[in-house]
Structures are given as structure tokens and as C-alpha cells.
């Protein structure tokens, strides 16, 4: 029998995301593994902060980090969608997508919503996708983008995700971009990592201030029209 998602919230209150991944047959470890050869070939003294940045012009794709702290957990996933909320055609944007594990999540909770993951490292969208295909994910779908490169508009959303994807300044332009796309619409942001966090305290009222965020230990989220 083909194995489907829908046990996916069980496994992911049950086994870690590790054993999640290893069960639906993500292959992150290898990839991890050649990207962190490939960047260490080019820069054999960077440390986490430098190995990223040697392999990607400058980005920071976070090549050594362990996966345990690279992507969002499952359980962690779950507790988000739980607290935002996801209607029949919700539209999610992921900032930084890694693997693109949401668009999993979210299509075991309401396949009809979309997702659309941005990730730099093509290596990581091209196993994304394959998992996401392989578990029929009609309306989830990752993309290779640089959410830095001038030509990037930020499109529309209801709910967005990001998990401290890269260089601060990167962090602080996508935000703009976030901010002119909300304009005039009802939006939901998900925020993991504290200096995004900090970035929206001080830099963005107009999701911070107005309405009551709400602070899980890992992740904060916002709105600018509804207390969460
Ligand atoms: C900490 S991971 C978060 C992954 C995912 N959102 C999650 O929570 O599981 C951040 C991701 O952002 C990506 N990233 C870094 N700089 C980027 C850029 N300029 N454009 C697009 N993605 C970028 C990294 O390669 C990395 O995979």
C-alpha cells in the first residue's frame, strides 16, 4: 500500500522529524553531507557562518547546520497551522524553504490550500520537490530564488513563513517586501529566530503593534487584523 500523509501529524507527536524524514524517504542527510564537501573544497577553514557563504556567492544557505536546526520540526510545523489557521484556499509563502517539510504539513491538513516555498540552494528544491510530488502535493511547490536578486517581487499571500533565512540584511529587505505586498490585505506572519523577531518589533508596527502577537517558545506569530 502506498504511503500517504495523513498519519503525518501522529508520526510527528510520536517520532522525531529525523525518523519522519528517513520513513518518507527524504535523502537530506546525503545532500547536507556533498553541499557541506563542496563548500569546505572551496573554504576548508570556514566555520557554520562561513561555509554557506563560501559555496553561494555570499549567501547565507547555512551548509554544516545540522538538520535538527536547519528546518522546522514537524511537531513545530503543526503547532503554527494550529495557532494560524488554514482555510480551504489559503495561500502560504515559505522565505527560505529548505526542504519545503510546511508544504508537507499543510497538505495533510488541507490539501486544497497552496504553497510555495522560496529556497536559494537548488540541491534542496529539487528533493523537496521530488518529495512533494511523490505524495501527490497538487498545490505545494518550491522554487530556486534568490529572495535578495533585484528582479524578486514578493507575491501576495495569506500566511507568511520565515525562519531567519539569511543575512540580516536580506531579512530586513524581505520584510519591506512583505509589508508593500500586505498592503490593504488580511496577512498572517509566522516568525521563527530572534533577530526577525527584534527586526519586526522595532521595524514594523504595522504587524506588530496593532493586534496581540502570540510567543511560542520557538516561533512568534502576527497580524496585522486579528489578535492571535
Ligand atoms: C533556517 S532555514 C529554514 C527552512 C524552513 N523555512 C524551515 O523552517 O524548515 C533557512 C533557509 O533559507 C535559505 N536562504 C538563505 N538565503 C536565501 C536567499 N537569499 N534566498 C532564498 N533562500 C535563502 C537557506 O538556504 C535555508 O535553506
Same mark, same amino acid.
Given at each position: 500500500? !502506498?504511503?500517504?500523509?495523513?498519519?503525518?501529524?501522529?508520526?510527528? !507527536?510520536? %517520532?522525531?522529524?529525523?525518523?519522519?524524514?528517513?520513513?518518507?524517504?527524504?535523502?537530506?542527510?546525503?545532500?547536507?553531507?556533498?553541499?557541506?564537501?563542496?563548500?569546505?573544497?572551496?573554504?576548508?577553514?570556514?566555520?557554520?557562518?562561513?561555509?554557506?557563504r563560501a559555496?553561494?556567492d555570499?549567501?547565507?544557505?547555512w551548509?554544516?547546520?545540522?538538520e535538527?536546526?536547519?528546518?522546522?520540526?514537524?511537531? !513545530?510545523?503543526?503547532?503554527?497551522?494550529?495557532?494560524?489557521?488554514?482555510?480551504?484556499?489559503?495561500?502560504?509563502?515559505?522565505?527560505?524553504?529548505?526542504?519545503?517539510? %510546511?508544504?508537507?504539513? %499543510?497538505?495533510?491538513?488541507?490539501p486544497?490550500?497552496?504553497?510555495?516555498? &522560496?529556497? &536559494?540552494?537548488?540541491?534542496?528544491?529539487?528533493?523537496?520537490?521530488?518529495?512533494?510530488?511523490?505524495?501527490?502535493?497538487?498545490?505545494?511547490?518550491?522554487?530556486?530564488?534568490?529572495?535578495?536578486?533585484d528582479?524578486?517581487?514578493?507575491?501576495?499571500?495569506?500566511?507568511?513563513?520565515? *525562519?531567519e *533565512?539569511?543575512?540580516?540584511?536580506?531579512?530586513?529587505?524581505?520584510?519591506?517586501q512583505?509589508?508593500?505586498?500586505?498592503?490593504?490585505?488580511?496577512?498572517?506572519?509566522?516568525?521563527?529566530?530572534?533577530?526577525?523577531?527584534?527586526?519586526?518589533?522595532y521595524?514594523?508596527?504595522?504587524?506588530?503593534?496593532v493586534?496581540?502577537?502570540?510567543? !511560542?517558545?520557538?516561533?512568534?506569530?502576527?497580524?496585522? *487584523?486579528?489578535?492571535?
Amino acid at each position: 500500500m !502506498e504511503l500517504g500523509l495523513e498519519k503525518l501529524r501522529y508520526w510527528s !507527536e510520536t %517520532m522525531s522529524s529525523r525518523e519522519i524524514d528517513v520513513l518518507i524517504g527524504f535523502d537530506i542527510r546525503q545532500i547536507e553531507r556533498n553541499l557541506l564537501d563542496a563548500a569546505l573544497k572551496i573554504s576548508p577553514d570556514a566555520n557554520i557562518s562561513g561555509l554557506g557563504r563560501a559555496l553561494h556567492d555570499g549567501n547565507q544557505t547555512w551548509i554544516g547546520l545540522d538538520e535538527r536546526t536547519l528546518c522546522t520540526g514537524y511537531d !513545530e510545523l503543526f503547532k503554527m497551522f494550529d495557532i494560524v489557521g488554514l482555510e480551504n484556499e489559503s495561500c502560504i509563502i515559505d522565505l527560505g524553504a529548505a526542504y519545503g517539510r %510546511m508544504g508537507l504539513v %499543510m497538505q495533510s491538513l488541507q490539501p486544497s490550500a497552496h504553497y510555495l516555498g &522560496y529556497e &536559494y540552494v537548488p540541491e534542496r528544491v529539487e528533493e523537496g520537490n521530488r518529495i512533494l510530488k511523490q505524495f501527490h502535493c497538487d498545490n505545494a511547490l518550491l522554487v530556486t530564488q534568490d529572495l535578495f536578486a533585484d528582479s524578486f517581487q514578493m507575491p501576495e499571500a495569506d500566511i507568511y513563513f520565515i *525562519y531567519e *533565512y539569511g543575512r540580516i540584511d536580506h531579512i530586513k529587505h524581505t520584510l519591506e517586501q512583505v509589508q508593500e505586498a500586505s498592503f490593504g490585505r488580511k496577512v498572517k506572519l509566522i516568525v521563527r529566530g530572534d533577530s526577525t523577531n527584534s527586526m519586526i518589533y522595532y521595524h514594523h508596527p504595522w504587524i506588530a503593534s496593532v493586534y496581540k502577537p502570540r510567543h !511560542e517558545e520557538n516561533f512568534s506569530v502576527y497580524s496585522n *487584523y486579528c489578535n492571535i
